[in-house]
Protein backbone atom coordinates (compact mmCIF):
# COMPACT_ATOMS: atom_id res chain seq x y z
CA UNK A 1 0.00 0.00 0.00
CA UNK A 2 1.41 3.68 -1.25
CA UNK A 3 1.89 6.27 1.07
CA UNK A 4 -0.41 8.03 -1.05
CA UNK A 5 -3.41 5.26 -0.18
CA UNK A 6 -2.95 4.91 3.53
CA UNK A 7 -3.40 8.87 3.80
CA UNK A 8 -6.52 8.70 1.43
CA UNK A 9 -7.67 5.95 3.72
CA UNK A 10 -6.69 8.21 7.04
CA UNK A 11 -8.76 11.23 5.10
CA UNK A 12 -12.05 9.00 4.79
CA UNK A 13 -12.14 7.82 8.24
CA UNK A 14 -11.84 11.43 9.36
CA UNK A 15 -14.60 12.64 7.15
CA UNK A 16 -16.62 9.60 8.81
CA UNK A 17 -16.09 10.70 12.17
CA UNK A 18 -14.18 7.20 12.99
CA UNK A 19 -10.97 9.60 13.56
CA UNK A 20 -11.12 12.70 15.45
CA UNK A 21 -8.94 15.80 14.25
CA UNK A 22 -6.32 14.91 16.73
CA UNK A 23 -6.21 11.28 15.85
CA UNK A 24 -6.11 11.82 12.28
CA UNK A 25 -2.95 14.42 13.12
CA UNK A 26 -1.21 11.87 14.72
CA UNK A 27 -1.91 9.02 12.17
CA UNK A 28 -0.75 11.36 9.35
CA UNK A 29 2.42 11.94 11.01
CA UNK A 30 3.13 8.62 11.66
CA UNK A 31 2.54 7.75 7.71
CA UNK A 32 4.59 10.46 6.52
CA UNK A 33 7.77 9.64 8.90
CA UNK A 34 7.32 6.02 7.84
CA UNK A 35 6.35 4.81 11.24
CA UNK A 36 5.13 1.10 11.47
CA UNK A 37 1.46 1.72 13.24
CA UNK A 38 1.28 0.32 16.71
CA UNK A 39 0.18 -3.36 16.88
CA UNK A 40 -2.68 -3.48 19.27
CA UNK A 41 -2.42 -4.92 22.80
CA UNK A 42 -2.32 -8.40 22.81
CA UNK A 43 -3.52 -8.76 26.93
CA UNK A 44 -6.55 -9.85 27.84
CA UNK A 45 -8.14 -7.80 30.75
CA UNK A 46 -8.12 -9.67 34.20
CA UNK A 47 -11.70 -11.37 34.41
CA UNK A 48 -13.89 -10.28 37.12
CA UNK A 49 -14.10 -13.26 39.61
CA UNK A 50 -17.66 -15.48 38.70
CA UNK A 51 -19.70 -15.83 41.27
CA UNK A 52 -19.70 -19.73 40.84
CA UNK A 53 -15.86 -19.51 41.52
CA UNK A 54 -16.75 -17.53 45.16
CA UNK A 55 -18.92 -20.68 45.91
CA UNK A 56 -17.73 -22.26 49.11
CA UNK A 57 -19.65 -25.16 51.13
CA UNK A 58 -20.68 -23.61 54.71
CA UNK A 59 -18.72 -24.31 57.95
CA UNK A 60 -21.23 -22.72 60.09
CA UNK A 61 -25.03 -23.32 58.34
CA UNK A 62 -24.50 -27.09 57.48
CA UNK A 63 -26.54 -30.62 58.33
CA UNK A 64 -24.81 -32.88 55.66
CA UNK A 65 -22.58 -30.96 53.61
CA UNK A 66 -22.73 -27.68 53.69
CA UNK A 67 -24.09 -27.15 50.29
CA UNK A 68 -27.31 -25.71 51.09
CA UNK A 69 -25.41 -23.16 53.73
CA UNK A 70 -23.20 -22.25 50.64
CA UNK A 71 -25.65 -21.20 48.23
CA UNK A 72 -27.63 -19.52 50.78
CA UNK A 73 -24.47 -17.33 51.72
CA UNK A 74 -23.15 -16.58 48.14
CA UNK A 75 -27.38 -15.56 47.12
CA UNK A 76 -29.86 -13.77 48.58
CA UNK A 77 -32.17 -17.58 49.49
CA UNK A 78 -32.61 -18.65 52.44
CA UNK A 79 -31.20 -21.84 53.36
CA UNK A 80 -34.22 -23.72 54.30
CA UNK A 81 -35.35 -22.34 50.88
CA UNK A 82 -32.19 -24.13 48.76
CA UNK A 83 -32.87 -27.48 50.98
CA UNK A 84 -36.83 -27.65 49.68
CA UNK A 85 -35.65 -27.25 46.04
CA UNK A 86 -33.15 -30.35 46.68
CA UNK A 87 -35.65 -32.48 48.16
CA UNK A 88 -38.28 -31.24 45.52
CA UNK A 89 -35.72 -31.99 42.41
CA UNK A 90 -35.15 -35.39 44.19
CA UNK A 91 -38.56 -36.17 42.86
CA UNK A 92 -37.38 -35.91 39.57
CA UNK A 93 -35.82 -39.21 39.33
CA UNK A 94 -33.18 -38.30 41.92
CA UNK A 95 -31.65 -35.26 40.48
CA UNK A 96 -31.83 -33.49 43.74
CA UNK A 97 -29.37 -36.18 45.39
CA UNK A 98 -27.39 -35.80 42.01
CA UNK A 99 -26.28 -32.31 42.35
CA UNK A 100 -26.33 -32.48 46.07
CA UNK A 101 -23.22 -34.97 45.86
CA UNK A 102 -21.68 -33.47 43.01
CA UNK A 103 -21.46 -30.07 44.74
CA UNK A 104 -20.45 -31.39 47.65
CA UNK A 105 -17.95 -33.44 45.88
CA UNK A 106 -16.16 -30.45 43.46
CA UNK A 107 -17.27 -27.41 45.59
CA UNK A 108 -14.37 -26.60 48.14
CA UNK A 109 -14.89 -25.73 51.65
CA UNK A 110 -15.12 -22.81 53.02
CA UNK A 111 -11.77 -21.59 55.44
CA UNK A 112 -13.31 -21.89 58.99
CA UNK A 113 -12.77 -18.64 61.17
CA UNK A 114 -10.11 -19.05 63.28
CA UNK A 115 -10.69 -17.50 66.88
CA UNK A 116 -8.83 -14.21 68.06
CA UNK A 117 -9.69 -14.14 71.61
CA UNK A 118 -9.18 -17.01 74.31
CA UNK A 119 -12.80 -18.15 75.11
CA UNK A 120 -13.27 -19.70 79.21
CA UNK A 121 -14.05 -22.96 77.79
CA UNK A 122 -10.26 -22.90 76.37
CA UNK A 123 -8.66 -23.93 79.60
CA UNK A 124 -6.78 -26.52 79.86
CA UNK A 125 -7.24 -29.50 83.02
CA UNK A 126 -3.78 -30.40 84.37
CA UNK A 127 -3.52 -34.28 84.13
CA UNK A 128 -4.72 -36.18 87.77
CA UNK A 129 -7.20 -33.38 88.59
Known amino acids: MTMADELQKLQAL ?9 EFILAKK ?8 PEPSRARPDPAPHALNQLRRSVSDR ?17 WAWRILFILTTLLHGLGILMYLLLWVFVPLAPVPMRMTPQPTDHVVPPGA
Open 63 to 79: WIGGVAGGLAEMTAIPT
Open 14 to 22: REQGALTEE
Open 30 to 37: RVIDGEPA
